[in-house]
């Protein structure tokens, strides 16, 4: 398992799905990408659904994901995404009184209690005390990190020595 810090986009896409009975119906479905800008998003989850989806399909929402981290799974039973809401507690010097700060995470786990043990996983080599405020599955159906260094097919250097 491992975490990491990026800029996060929600996006959603549209298009026309065959379903196990043979027909085709018009689903939108919820992912999250790592990019630069908005831009870079939707041209993200479009090379990446590219090769998921025959047929035309559309991006029809891209936002700023509320994530501080997002916590992956190597585990392949791992296929649900949950958003956890953690809360930061510390003590005010002066006042002497409790702080709590929230902080959302992304959190890939096959259930409910998967994602608690993923978040405490992930949590144990802090030293921060936290509490789960809250805990839900989303709808997101698959996170696609950026790809360091990836270079696109037709990209050519700006300077090749001779």
Known sequence: ????????FETKIRYEKTMENGMQKKVTEQYVVDSLSFTEAEETIINEMSSYISGEFEVTD????????????????DDRWYKAKLQFIT???KSQKEKRTSVNYLVQAASLQGAVKHVDDFMSSSSSD??????????????F???AGAAKKDDKPEYEEQ
Do not use: C, N
């Open 1 to 8: 398992m491992r975490s990491r810090t990026a800029t996060w």
């Open 62 to 77: 891209i936002k700023k994901a509320p994530y501080g981290e997002i916590f992956f799974s190597d585990m392949e039973k």
């Open 91 to 93: 003590l005010d010097e």
């Open 130 to 143: 936290y509490v789960i405020a809250s805990l839900a599955e989303t709808q997101i159906m698959d996170v």
């Open 145 to 147: 990190e950026h790809q």
